[in-house]
């Protein structure tokens, strides 16, 4: 596949197209009380797709994706994302909730974190392009943006 092709794919409306067909999800979702729950639902040469639960309370830690560019769509409750942008020395925090219904497109070098900081459980869909292989996790100290760890796919999920 090339490059332009890459770019065409709509992320955000393979979520969608996952979210309007619950029926066909290969896996239930399921709430785990102790961490967010996931799923991958599909693989594709170009994309992955996965289904998360959130309870209130679960989050992710900042991170990224690896170089891999997606979107997620918000199936059901509500989510908040904490987008981090600007120089690593002096980052900047966006925050924004998204509702049932509503998604976010991010390119390949999104920092975010997403949290469930409703009432409601909440689940949502996330497709990446290319699959995801490694995700780096950040904290934000009075130095910057600074890494914390970078994870592997088939290691530490």
Known sequence: MSAATAVRLDHLAIARQFADAPQGWVVPP??????????????????????????????????????????????????????????????????RDLGEGAGRRFGSHHVHRIVNRGADPAISIHVYGPALTRMTKYRLSPAGLEIRAVERAGAEW
Not at 46 to 60: A, I, K, R, S
Not at 74 to 86: I, M, R, W
Request: no cysteine; aromatic share 10%.
């Open 30 to 95: 399921r709430f785990d009380p102790v961490e967010r729950w996931y799923a991958r639902l599909h693989a594709a040469d170009n994309h992955e797709v996965w289904l998360l639960t959130w309870l209130p309370g679960q989050q992710t830690e900042l991170h990224d994706h690896g170089g891999s560019a997606g979107a997620f769509h918000v199936f059901s409750g509500t989510l908040t994302e904490d987008t981090v942008g600007g120089p690593a020395e002096s980052p900047r925090v966006v925050t």
